[in-house]
C-alpha cells in the first residue's frame, strides 16, 4: 500500500525559505519518478516539479523556477522541495505524488506565506 507523509510546512515572511519532505513507502521508491503539487483556496490543484526515478531531470512550473528546487534521497526513500524566495502567491497546502501510481497522494502540508 502505497503510503506517502509530507511535512515541513508552516508560517514563513515573503522572501522566506522553506524545505518540504515527503516520506515514502509500501513501494520501489527508487523506480518512480515523483512531483510536488499544491492546492490554493478555491483553485485547482496544480503541478509544482518533477523529478525522475535517479534524480537526473526535474522540471518546473514556470511560477517556480529559478526559486524551488525538487530532489530526492532514495536510501532514505523521501523526496524534497526547497522553496527560496516565497512569495504570497506560494501560500497552499502541498502535496507528493507519484504518477505513475493511482490514488497516490497523501495528506498535504500547509505552507502559508504571509507577513
Known amino acids: 500500500q502505497v503510503q506517502l507523509v509530507e511535512s515541513g510546512g508552516g508560517l514563513v515572511q515573503p522572501g522566506g525559505s522553506l524545505r518540504l519532505s515527503c516520506a515514502a513507502s509500501g513501494f520501489t521508491f527508487s523506480g518512480y519518478a515523483m512531483r510536488w503539487y499544491r492546492q490554493a483556496p478555491g483553485k485547482e490543484r496544480e503541478f509544482v516539479a518533477q523529478i525522475t526515478s535517479a534524480g537526473g531531470n526535474t522540471n518546473y512550473a514556470d511560477s517556480v523556477k529559478g526559486r524551488f528546487i525538487i530532489s530526492r534521497d532514495n536510501v532514505k526513500n523521501t523526496l524534497y522541495l526547497q522553496m527560496n524566495s516565497l512569495k504570497p502567491e506560494d501560500t497552499a497546502i502541498y502535496y507528493c505524488?507519484?504518477?505513475?501510481?493511482?490514488?497516490?497522494w497523501g495528506q498535504g502540508t500547509q505552507v502559508t506565506v504571509s507577513s
Open positions: 505524488n507519484v504518477p505513475a501510481l493511482r490514488n497516490s
